[in-house]
């Protein structure tokens, strides 16, 4: 069967849409800066799985290359000031994650609902345990 030019055309658009331009890893790091605006990527090693992730020296966790990309992958399908009513499920009027200000004005209620033991936000789970480290590294540090 013949692609036509159209049809081959549109499934890579898709597939483009598609790719958050995350590198590939074969390794055990996880993406610092998650948001795919970021021309580069850097990466905390895992490979220990027993410690902390540990970011390389020259690495400063920032809102740039870390927070935002976290807040909007975790937190913003939620607490966005451009959700009301239902859509916010649950999520209080006001307590909005689209700014860094919006996050270190409520830094110590973040680390204590989305970091240790048994986080409760986001309620339905999802980053890691390794993610949620760096956040709270990253949180620790002041957010900057």
Not at 63 to 92: K, T
Not at 124 to 131: I, Y
């Amino acid at each position: 069967m013949r692609c036509s030019a159209n049809l081959c055309a549109t499934a890579l658009v898709a597939m483009l849409a598609c790719d958050r331009g995350e590198p590939e890893r074969a390794d055990d790091s996880v993406v610092v800066a998650t948001s795919s605006n970021d021309a580069a990527f850097q990466t905390a090693d895992t490979s220990g799985h027993d410690e902390s992730p540990s970011l390389p020296a020259d690495v400063t966790l920032t809102w740039e290359n870390f927070g935002d990309g976290y807040v909007r992958d975790w937190c913003r399908g939620c607490h966005s000031m451009y959700l009301e009513g239902a859509a916010r499920y649950g999520a209080p009027p006001g307590v909005d994650f689209n700014t860094h200000e919006g996050v270190q004005e409520r830094l110590e209620r973040v680390i204590a609902r989305a970091t240790g033991d048994q986080p409760t936000m986001p309620p339905a789970g999802g980053p890691t345990a390794d993610e949620r480290e760096l956040l709270l590294q990253w949180l620790d540090a002041g957010a900057p």
